[in-house]
């Protein structure tokens, strides 16, 4: 069966300070990976996303970069945190983009 | 540009009764839509899909209806039990395919009291 991980769990970091979240995927082999942002009070927001090694999409501009150096690994960093990259970032993989199958989620707090 | 709704925020009803969750979309009809739950901290969970040519899906206590006239589905649960108490999240694809890049409703939170 298929599993996804997500570290870490929880996270506090300064503002302007550099983030570094991880992802991989276990029981499946060239999966469809996504970054999600869910920030308090908005819905689920698509960050990025990836159909292979080395092919990251980006649906919102913004001072976050996502690299997939690993056929089920994908990350996601930031050069500097600002206070509004807070919030709950789920990974997710996929057969084809249909449905998705979520991680547990990092808790990033920024202060 | 593809827009999502779900026009309830919150859903409150009692152990039982039939629970009914609206998704509206504008623009085009996208290929399937998707329903997920999820529960507070944790990720979401899918739980059905419903392609375009489908007028209705069942799985166990859950129903999904998909109108592409109205551009709205429905999403019904009966006999609700405490347990399904959570926020409920309707998605499609972005540019109507089926790609991936999701876009998600900002979730009805549903409450099902004893």
């Known amino acids: 069966s298929q599993t996804i991980h997500q570290w870490p769990a929880t996270l506090v970091q300064p503002v302007g300070s550099p983030l570094s979240l991880e992802c991989t995927v276990e029981g499946t082999s060239n999966p469809n990976l996504y970054w999600y942002r869910q920030a308090a009070g908005r819905g689920l927001q698509l960050l990025f996303y990836?159909?292979?090694?080395?092919?990251i999409s980006s649906e919102v501009p913004q001072n976050l970069s996502a690299s997939r150096p690993q056929d089920r690994q994908f990350i996601l960093s930031s050069k500097k945190l600002l206070l509004s990259d807070s919030g709950f970032y789920l990974c997710a993989w996929s057969w084809g983009g249909v449905e998705q199958f979520f991680g547990p989620g990092t808790r990033l707090t920024v202060l | 540009s593809q827009k999502i709704e779900q026009n309830s925020e919150a859903l409150n009803i009692q152990e039982g009764k039939t629970a009914t969750l609206t998704c509206n979309y504008t623009?085009?009809?996208?290929?399937?839509l998707q329903w997920y739950r999820q529960d507070p901290g944790r990720g979401p969970v899918f739980l059905l899909l419903i392609r375009e040519n489908e007028k209705e899906k069942r799985k166990e206590r859950l129903k999904v209806t998909f109108d592409t006239t109205l551009k709205q589905s429905l999403f019904h649960i009966t006999a609700s039990q405490p347990a399904d108490s959570a926020t409920y999240l309707c998605?499609?694809?972005?540019?109507?395919?089926?790609?991936?890049?999701?876009?998600f409703g900002k979730g009805t939170k549903l409450s099902v009291k004893p």
């Open positions: 623009n085009y009809s996208p290929a399937y």
């Open positions: 990836s159909v292979g090694i080395g092919q």
């Open positions: 998605a499609l694809d972005r540019y109507g395919g089926s790609q991936g890049n999701l876009i």
